[in-house]
């Protein structure tokens, strides 16, 4: 926190299982860190069964978000469905099809499409699928253009 200049960090993600006891340890941690208020939610990145995550209910403090792969060729419904149950967020990466695909799904005539006729870029209405599909996206892009 002091070489990143703040006073707590906002969410802090235990990515990818191990498949070992160390995730759990690791997830320890986080929960004594965000007991301490030097994390204000803890989560999980890369976990896509509900078995994967419901393992982490036997822990003092569940998930707060599960940060996985999702676009609209890969919408996770059934996990989805389980994290609004139990009140987890589910923050996507790649909304846009990760690497290599982007071009895909920024080209593909139905979301092309749908951006006519609302006046919108294709990426736009990339992002609006993930609102109102009730995920939180986080599109990426090395150009500061489409950063802006």
Same mark, same amino acid.
């Given at each position: 926190?002091?070489?990143?200049?703040?006073?707590?960090?906002?969410?802090?993600?235990?990515? #990818?299982?191990?498949?070992?006891? &160390?995730?759990?340890?690791?997830?320890?941690?986080? $929960? %004594? *860190?965000?007991?301490?208020?030097?994390?204000?939610?803890?989560?999980?990145?890369?976990?896509?069964?509900?078995?994967?995550?419901?393992?982490?209910?036997?822990?003092?403090?569940?998930?707060?978000?599960?940060?996985?792969?999702?676009?609209?060729?890969? #919408?996770?419904?059934?996990?989805? &469905?389980?994290?609004?149950?139990?009140?987890?967020? $589910? %923050? *996507?990466?790649?909304?846009?099809?990760?690497?290599?695909?982007?071009?895909?799904?920024?080209?593909?005539?139905?979301?092309?499409?749908?951006?006519?006729?609302?006046?919108?870029?294709?990426?736009?209405?990339?992002?609006?699928?993930?609102?109102?599909?009730?995920?939180?996206?986080?599109?990426?892009?090395?150009?500061?253009?489409?950063?802006?």
């Amino acid at each position: 926190m002091k070489k990143l200049g703040v006073d707590y960090i906002d969410l802090c993600l235990l990515h #990818q299982s191990g498949g070992n006891a &160390s995730d759990d340890k690791v997830y320890k941690e986080m $929960i %004594e *860190s965000q007991k301490k208020g030097k994390i204000r939610s803890i989560g999980i990145s890369n976990f896509y069964t509900e078995k994967a995550v419901r393992h982490f209910f036997d822990f003092e403090i569940k998930p707060a978000v599960v940060q996985n792969e999702n676009h609209i060729f890969n #919408q996770e419904e059934e996990l989805k &469905s389980f994290c609004q149950k139990n009140n987890i967020y $589910i %923050e *996507s990466y790649y909304p846009f099809g990760g690497r290599g695909n982007t071009k895909e799904h920024l080209e593909n005539p139905v979301i092309q499409k749908i951006a006519k006729a609302h006046g919108k870029t294709s990426a736009q209405v990339l992002v609006r699928w993930h609102l109102q599909s009730g995920f939180i996206a986080i599109p990426g892009s090395s150009n500061p253009k489409h950063i802006l």
